[in-house]
């Protein structure tokens, strides 16, 4: 079978959210899984909305949740490419100039929904004569340029839905060229397609009807066409799809507040799948996808899901996994900085939480202290280095003969003065880590 072909193409108008990463990650994985290609295309025809920096955050987002393109490609550098397939579809005559105003148009549309038609276009530009043509150009106007669709159905067999058709007659003629001369979605998308020899068309479903259009354009620029497969879109808690430009949802919102990347691509592809959703400690660990067994109902995405999920995830990630980013954070990459991560992991609903506990192993904390003379008894009997895991509980049997202390009233004055905090991981393990000048200055309630 051929290694596949896949596309992710969004257009750089404002940062992808949580939707649009399901898009990507479908791509990606199937790309993967096959040994295929997956290219990024930026598709930035809108000159007035497309943004460099957007673009920028896209790959940023992309390589946040692991997804490395192999190629990466922009329509504004493609322009001769659709200029060559626009004289192509003329000398065909299947791209005829149309000059209607938007009002114009958008007049008859309403009148035709006033008499339950469908408000489908009319095709009155192709009874325009040459002098017609020649008197509207004469006024100002400029044409748009109108893909001649022809009659019929147009089937497929979709690698989500399944035999998909639709009737040609129930949509207008696309505009692919607008008056300035500059090009709408469709027509650079079918050219890039041919070009790049992309395989497999996976996106949203909410372009099941451009598919009709888009295999009439390759069949008349004589190319064939890949496979489309149109998933489910995930929604928010009411329901409503996510919008580029609300920036709801976003990936780098999500990855600026915390989320863990695997969390945010595990919600995004099993939500709305056959698969039970599950923290995962790698992105392969999403696959095989499989298409076919995608719901067909809308997927609803639950945001405190995620937070749950990212926690979850964080206290399963082996140390290999988190290395680079604790090195980052000032831990050391040797046997301390794994004892330490081994211990805190646990403890973690975010990852940069492991600052605070850093700080509580190697930096300056202040103690609080709960009752000043049990703790200097304890500091008595703290028993000298080294120190092991077994070290905590001699200390304490020692504590708890000593003073008569036992359960709550033995143990929390020593966390909060170890530590600080009411809560947090196994004493019995953070203590050799925090190291008897430190444990005794904090017995003491002195910074340390």
């Known amino acids: 079978m051929l290694a596949p072909t896949v596309r992710f193409a969004p257009s750089p108008t404002g940062r992808i959210h949580i939707g649009n990463a399901r898009t990507a990650l479908l791509n990606a994985l199937l790309a993967r899984q096959g040994g295929g290609r997956f290219v990024l295309r930026f598709d930035d025809t809108d000159r007035e909305r497309?943004?460099?920096?957007?673009?920028?955050?896209?790959?940023?987002?992309?390589?946040?949740?692991?997804?490395?393109?192999?190629?990466?490609?922009?329509?504004?550098?493609?322009?001769?490419?659709?200029?060559?397939?626009?004289?192509?579809l003329k000398a065909a005559g299947r791209l005829y100039p149309a000059y209607e105003t938007a009002d114009e148009l958008d007049r008859r549309r309403k009148r035709l929904q006033t008499r339950g038609l469908p408000p489908v276009y009319d095709?009155?530009?192709?009874?325009?004569?040459?002098?017609?043509?020649?008197?509207?150009?004469?006024?100002?106007?400029?044409?748009?340029?109108?893909?001649?669709?022809?009659?019929?159905?147009?089937?497929?067999?979709?690698l989500v839905r399944g035999d998909s058709a639709i009737d040609c007659a129930s949509l207008s003629d696309p505009v692919l060229v607008r008056e300035d001369g500059s090009y709408l979605y469709t027509l650079p998308s079918v050219v890039d397609d041919i070009d790049l020899r992309i395989t497999d068309v996976v996106r949203g479903e909410d372009h099941v009807t451009n598919t009709a259009v888009q295999l009439q354009l390759f069949a008349a620029l004589g190319a064939p066409a890949p496979r489309f497969g149109h998933h489910n879109l995930l929604v928010n808690a009411s329901g409503e799809g996510f919008s580029k430009r609300s920036g709801a949802m976003s990936l780098t919102g999500l990855r600026e507040a915390g989320a863990e990347?695997?969390?945010?691509?595990?919600?995004?592809?099993?939500?709305?799948?056959?698969?039970?959703?599950?923290?995962?400690?790698?992105?392969d660990a999403l696959g095989p996808v499989e298409l076919g067994r995608l719901s067909r109902a809308p997927a609803r995405f639950d945001e405190a899901e995620l937070w749950g999920l990212t926690a979850k995830t964080l206290?399963?990630?082996?140390?290999?996994?988190?290395?680079?980013?604790?090195?980052?954070?000032?831990?050391?990459?040797?046997?301390?900085?794994?004892?330490?991560?081994r211990i805190v992991q646990g403890n973690l609903a975010r990852f940069d939480e492991v600052d605070l506990w850093w700080s509580v192993v190697a930096g300056v904390i202040t103690p609080v202290s709960e009752d000043a003379e049990f703790l200097a008894a304890a500091a008595r009997l703290l028993p000298p280095e080294p120190w092991t895991a077994e070290t905590w509980a001699q200390w304490t049997a020692l504590a708890k003969t000593e003073t008569g202390r036992k359960g709550r009233a033995l143990f929390h004055p020593l966390r909060l003065a170890l530590t600080g905090r009411d809560t947090g991981p196994e004493l019995a393990a953070l203590l050799p880590l925090i190291g008897r000048a430190k444990a005794l200055a904090r017995l003491a309630g002195q910074p340390g």
């Open 50 to 88: 497309s943004r460099e920096e957007y673009a920028v955050s896209i790959e940023a987002d992309l390589a946040w949740l692991g997804i490395v393109p192999d190629l990466v490609v922009r329509q504004s550098d493609r322009v001769a490419l659709y200029d060559a397939a626009v004289a192509r």
């Open 315 to 341: 206290h399963g990630l082996p140390f290999a996994a988190v290395r680079e980013r604790l090195a980052a954070r000032g831990v050391p990459m040797d046997a301390t900085g794994e004892d330490f991560w």
């Open 123 to 158: 095709r009155a530009a192709l009874d325009l004569s040459e002098a017609d043509r020649a008197r509207l150009e004469a006024e100002g106007r400029r044409p748009h340029w109108r893909f001649r669709l022809e009659p019929g159905t147009v089937s497929w067999s979709d």
């Open 261 to 283: 990347a695997l969390a945010v691509a595990a919600l995004a592809v099993l939500t709305g799948s056959a698969t039970a959703i599950h923290p995962i400690a790698t992105l």
